[in-house]
């Protein structure tokens, strides 16, 4: 079910700061299928963060959503209860890519582990 691209939505417990239900519901967007690796897609963006537009994810509910450089998520199974919004172009993650040096909050191994995952799927022609 995982693919480099895919943004998909279920409720995590692995979150900073969880809902009074101990958990959220997040937006995930996959950067390496087999390592199960993941970034957050949030409503709110902070400095670094890359903008995710509706018109490039037609299924998330804002205009305008950031994937987060705050950490990169290990979920290698998806659970049943699951919403794929979409699947971002692979020039979407060209220009993700691009972007991730500025990236000050995530660590060396982090942007590694993030070039490693998108930069496998490009090659291999998306």
Not at 16 to 35: F, Q, V
Not at 66 to 73: A, G, L, N
């Amino acid at each position: 079910m995982l693919e480099v691209g895919l943004v998909i939505g279920f409720w995590t417990e692995d979150v900073i700061n969880p809902g009074p239900e101990g958990g959220s519901y997040k937006h995930h967007l996959c950067i390496d299928a087999h390592a199960g690796l993941h970034l957050f897609v949030c409503s709110d963006g902070y400095p670094f963060d890359f903008e995710l537009p509706r018109y490039r994810c037609p299924g998330l509910a804002n205009e305008m959503s950031y994937v987060s450089f705050s950490r990169v998520i290990e979920r290698k199974t998806v659970p049943k209860k699951h919403r794929v919004a979409c699947r971002v172009s692979d020039e979407y993650l060209r220009e993700l890519l691009d972007h991730l040096p500025r990236a000050k909050t995530l660590s060396d191994n982090e942007k590694l582990a993030v070039t490693i995952g998108i930069a496998g799927h490009l090659n291999q022609g998306g």
